[in-house]
């Protein structure tokens, strides 16, 4: 697979970590171009939504461009990333925000008193899907988070903080990720790897 052949559109709305995950791509001998323009992410082979901050803000932001109702009708492979993953869903607790209803269920706030927000290096298991090929059962991924997605039956990882929680997310060719697999060393660069291939 060379990055000659693969046109990846990574989602710059204001509300991500976006030169991260250009750089990690990069790392693993790929491009992807940084674009609000709807007409650029939807000739990409692949498209990668980052979010960092907070749910109603990056959501107005998706809406001011247009995103809300352009995200969730691609038809390549989308993955999201951290809020990009939880603005997916059908709601977030924060700030009362709609969400896009590709993964049903809802993002909800870390309860009393465990710490918040969950930072740091925390496994992930009972892996599923081609998203996990080549990353073992247990693999630490980096997490920065204030709010989780319960488990579901599109969850394919999962993560234990005081509770079990998901890691990651798959329905048809959407797939979510709570962790930051650009922050997540090797495995973390596996996984965008293996989002490559599908």
Known sequence: MSNRKINIAIIDYGAGNVKSVQFALERIGFSGVLTDD???IEQADKVIFPGVGEARSAMQA???KGLDTEIPNLKQDVL???LGMQLMCDYSEEGGTEGMGIFPGKAKKFPVPLKIPHV???QISKLKTELFQQVNEASFGYFVHSFYVPLSEWT???TDYSFPFSAALAKDNFYG?????????LVGEQILRNF???
Request: aromatic fraction near 8%; include cysteine; charge should be neutral.
């Open 80 to 82: 999201g990333i951290c």
């Open 177 to 185: 990720c709570q962790f930051h697999p650009e922050k997540s060393s």
């Open 120 to 122: 740091g290096w925390n």
């Open 196 to 198: 490559l291939a599908l």
């Open 62 to 64: 998706l809406k001011d």
């Open 156 to 158: 394919v990882a999962q």
């Open 38 to 40: 709807i007409t650029t």
